[in-house]
């Protein structure tokens, strides 16, 4: 059976912080990591506003970049490498870091491989716990600052981080609706690319 007809169970945890915050998600396996990207941006969600790259097997992936390559490791595409890819060669577990300033560290498990669903629009979120940080709070340190104030109205930098977010903010709640949301953006983006294409070969011939 081809990747096209294959699935990933994935699991999306962010590393260093408890209780634990996780996505449960199936992705397809001819997925690209950059579309892993896109997937984790919408489960956790993050809004995609900083670079980000995996780590598996002793390999980066991310969008290129000379200046990277020259003073680093190499950089491997992550628009053209495969998650089928990976798994065809045994790997089970990557890193991913959004935001190297804030330094949100993931573990992404594959847990499983299944065949697709014809009924179902793939990316496909599952389930999840706990509140994702928000954008540039400040890392580890910075949302343990904004927990402690948020939560207290007399924290003395409640009013402040209050008005600095914007909106409420409940770290036991994972916001499913949005990521349904945005997951189901993603999978209708997919899908209108694969009727496409497929138009496409179609005229071709």
Known sequence: MSHADRIARI???LDDWQPAIWRRAEVPLTATLKALHDVIQAAMPFDDY???EFRA???RYAIPEPEWDSLRDRTYSAKTTRLGTL????ITQLAYTYDFGDDWRHTI????????DPAVEYPHYID????APP??????PGFELFLDAITDSKHEQHRELKRWHG?????????EDEIQTRIKKLARRRALGKAGFEKSRSQAR
């Not at 798994?87 to 045994?90: A, E, I």
């Not at 498990?109 to 697709?116: G, H, M, R, S, V």
């Open 11 to 13: 699991m999306i945890q």
């Open 50 to 52: 900083h670079l980000f």
């Open 57 to 59: 097997d002793g390999k």
């Open 87 to 90: 798994v065809d060669r045994g």
């Open 109 to 116: 498990t594959i847990e499983a491989i299944a065949d697709a």
């Open 128 to 131: 999840g716990a706990g509140r």
């Open 135 to 140: 954008e540039n709070v400040g890392g580890i």
């Open 167 to 175: 909106r409420p903010f409940d770290p036991a709640h994972a916001a």
